[in-house]
Nanobody, 119 residues
């Protein structure tokens, strides 16, 4: 059973920074595509950033140049460095793991960590 535990959320002012972490267990981490999603109140969950086992990354357009996803396979951990945060980044951020995203792979989710950006 894959387990994902997020940490690092909190309250930050407009323009501030936060780093989210997600520790995975129960899987061969280095073979898994990892991602961060977020869900704001009243909105659907959306992809923020994804990183493949080989380190290739993709980002939602609204976070390009501000957020950076990375992974440490030795620590079974994926990170999301968030800079120049805006109030519209306020959401619950979820860690996601999938061996074959978009190809029928099973999604695993963490419980989420709340990020609040005050104006």
């Amino acid at each position: 059973q894959v387990q994902l535990v997020e940490s690092g959320g909190g309250l930050v002012q407009d323009g501030g920074s936060l780093r989210l972490s997600c520790v995975a267990s129960g899987t061969i981490f280095r073979l898994i595509t990892m991602a961060w999603f977020r869900q704001a109140p009243g909105k659907q969950r959306e992809l923020v950033a994804r990183i493949t086992p080989g380190g290739r990354t993709i980002y939602q357009d609204s976070v390009k140049g501000r957020f950076a996803i990375s992974r440490d396979n030795a620590k079974n951990t994926v990170y999301l460095q968030m800079n120049s945060l805006k109030p519209e980044d306020t959401a619950v951020y979820y860690c996601n793991a999938n061996a074959q995203p978009g190809a029928g792979g099973v999604d695993y989710w963490g419980k989420g960590t709340l990020v609040t950006v005050s104006s």
